[in-house]
């Protein structure tokens, strides 16, 4: 089912020619980019024959193991994007391929994890058994379930409530089960859809830097939906800017904070880190003003 | 308990404050039966004594040699139709969910089937019960012939099916748009996601659709009884007490709380299922 990848690509320097077969797929897998759009366009029909277009002329790679942020506002088609992806949604032209594959064919492989805005943890079952799930729906029998259930309730730090009910935890906690379970089959491509968007500031920023340290551990390239541009620029490798009406990619942004591993809480301070909200905060309006009201507009706001 | 308690202390008040012919509204003197009775006659005729009809349950139901008391009689019946409608409720579950589940499966359905089942329910019970029992009748093959409770368990049903169909329809389609991604992002399959995600959705909503559909097959099973001929149940004697009761007034009172009973029986029957499937109706808390 699940693709067996080891979890932990390779933080530490190991030689490339080792003969063992792990680590050769692992390179192989690394030279295969983990998303790739190419003239991706969605035209939802709207009401009395009305069109909507969504998405248009979408050009977009994010190579294996690399973070990626999705910003821009309401309505700009991020979603959208995000659910093609993960082929919940079809797209009216061009094509999306996942490690080389269709969408829908990486879907069926469970190439990828998801999580979206509200939790989506099933009420009637315990946090462990709502983090088991995939697992359970792909035939892993219970040991090996009980096993990597306890391992990632550590990763995010929830091992005593294992047999709490989604009612009995708090709206962070819920997001960390959410979390949880999109890692359960080690999935090399995570696709978040705001996932921090309902959780205070506080919250938000712990849940941030978890996932950053998450992300270090496991490898995973993510695709991650947001609102907020100091949380893009905290997170991304890259932020991708897009601008609604039509839905589309304006501007891309290389962030590079420096190693997932070891950006801190400190780094929000950095010097570095303004530099990029700054860049991000310009292509943004940047992006909005161009095309309807013209340059002027779009320099003088902060 | 209490609630019954109360209700016999109502019912002796009334019959103490009560005038003994009732209160009527412009009746004519020396014509029987003219006027409007506004209140009900309080007379040990039409309203016996809390005491009596209970000390009526433990005495024998006729005067023969060797006959039970009223109470174990009515104990049997009931039980009796109990069984029965316990029958017509299972046959009403079976079918009402079978019908959900296909309007489920196919869009068409639902618009082919919701109808019948809403109009199902017009038609009235009185009509229908010599319809089946005629159909039933026809019936033969080799050592099987109907029997006239098996025409009581077809009408129990008829009532108990349309609260279960309507509610698990509601129930299974109740997860909301996320879930179901979820479940196709998993690559789920329709049965997969009706197994792990739409049947558990859906209890919430089938418990009161089953508890009506019990109640239903309760008053189903009395009244398909009378109407049927079904001799044996509880309807039937409540039928049979009622004849006697100008000479013998508390009489017909047993076997109307053995109908009570029953209902309760069944409710309890239910409210034990509830229990039962408890976890699944925990309520999901947006944080
Ligand atoms: N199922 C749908 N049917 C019709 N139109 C849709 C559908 N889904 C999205 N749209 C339209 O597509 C556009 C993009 O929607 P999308 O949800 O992708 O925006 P978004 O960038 O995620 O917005 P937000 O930041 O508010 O979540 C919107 O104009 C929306 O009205
Ligand atoms: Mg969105």
């Known amino acids: 089912m699940s693709s067996p990848t080891p979890s932990t690509p390779a933080p530490e320097p190991t030689p490339p020619d080792t003969t063992s077969g792990a680590t050769a797929t692992a390179v192989a897998d690394a030279t295969t980019e983990a998303v790739v759009a190419r003239g991706v366009e969605r035209v939802f029909a709207g009401a009395k024959g009305a069109e909507v277009v969504a998405l248009t002329g979408i050009e977009l790679t994010v190579h294996a193991g690399e973070f990626v942020s999705l910003i821009g506002p309401s309505g700009c088609g991020k979603s959208t994007l995000l659910r093609l992806i993960a082929d919940l949604d079809e797209p009216t032209a061009g094509e999306i391929r996942v490690f080389g594959r269709t969408a829908k064919q ?58 709490h009910y989604p009612d009995q935890l708090s709206g962070g906690m819920q997001q960390r089960v959410a979390i949880a379970r999109s890692l359960a089959e080690q999935p090399r491509l995570l696709l978040m859809d705001e996932p921090f968007g309902a959780l205070d500031e506080m919250t938000r920023e712990r849940m941030q830097t978890e996932l950053l340290r998450i992300r270090a551990e496991t490898g995973a390239a993510v695709v991650f939906v947001t609102h907020s541009i100091p949380e893009a620029v905290y997170l991304s490798d890259r932020v991708v800017v897009m601008s609604p009406r039509p839905g589309r990619i304006t501007d891309e942004i290389d962030v590079r904070l420096g190693d997932a591993a070891d950006r801190g809480e400190d780094l929000r301070e950095d010097a570095a880190f303004f530099a990029g909200v700054t860049a991000v905060r310009e292509a943004l309006h940047g992006a909005e003003s161009a095309p309807a009201a013209g340059a002027a507009r779009g320099v003088d706001v902060r | 308990m209490v609630g019954v308690l109360a209700l016999a202390v109502l019912w002796e008040l009334y019959k103490l404050v009560g005038p003994a012919d009732g209160w009527l509204v412009g009746a004519q003197e020396g014509v029987t039966g003219s006027g409007i009775r506004l209140l009900p006659r309080t007379s040990d005729q039409a309203m016996p004594h809390t005491w009596d009809m209970v000390a009526r349950v433990i005495e024998p139901v006729t005067r023969a040699q060797g006959a039970l008391p009223l109470g174990v009689v009515v104990l049997l019946a009931a039980l009796t139709s109990l069984g029965v409608a316990a029958l017509g409720w299972l046959v009403g579950v079976v079918v009402g969910f079978a019908l959900a589940l296909l309007m489920l499966g196919f869009r068409i359905a639902e618009r082919a089937v919701l109808p019948f089942v809403i109009l199902s329910q017009t038609v009235p019970l009185i009509a229908l019960a010599p319809l089946i029992r005629n159909w039933g009748s026809r019936l033969e093959f080799g050592a099987f012939s109907w029997e006239s409770w098996m025409s009581v368990v077809i009408i129990a049903s008829y009532l108990a099916f349309f609260p279960v169909a309507v509610g698990a329809l509601r129930g299974l389609q109740s997860p909301d748009a996320a879930h179901l991604d979820l479940m196709r992002s998993y690559a789920a399959g329709w049965w997969t996601t009706l197994f792990r995600l739409r049947l558990p959705a ?22 398909a009884e009378i109407s049927v001929g079904f001799t044996g149940g509880i309807g039937r004697l409540i039928l049979e007490t009622a004849v006697a009761a100008s000479s013998d007034p508390a009489k017909p009172w047993a076997p109307i709380l053995g109908a009570v009973l029953l209902g309760l029986v069944a409710a309890g029957f239910v409210a034990l299922l509830a229990a039962f499937l408890s976890p699944f109706r925990r309520q999901e808390t947006v944080a």
């Not at chain 1, 697992?135 to 005593?160: F, I, N, P, Y």
């Open chain 1, 106 to 163: 990486a879907r069926i492989d469970q190439s990828y994890g998801i999580a979206f805005q509200q939790a989506g943890l099933l009420p009637w079952r315990s946090v462990a058994a709502n983090i088991e799930l995939p697992l359970q729906l792909h035939g892993a029998d219970a040991a090996t379930r009980r096993a990597r259930v306890a391992e990632l309730l550590d990763l995010v730090g929830l091992a005593d409530f294992a047999k």
């Open chain 2, 202 to 223: 859906s209890v919430p909503f089938l418990i009161p659709a089953l508890r009506l559909a019990a109640a239903n097959a309760v008053v189903g099973t009395v009244v």
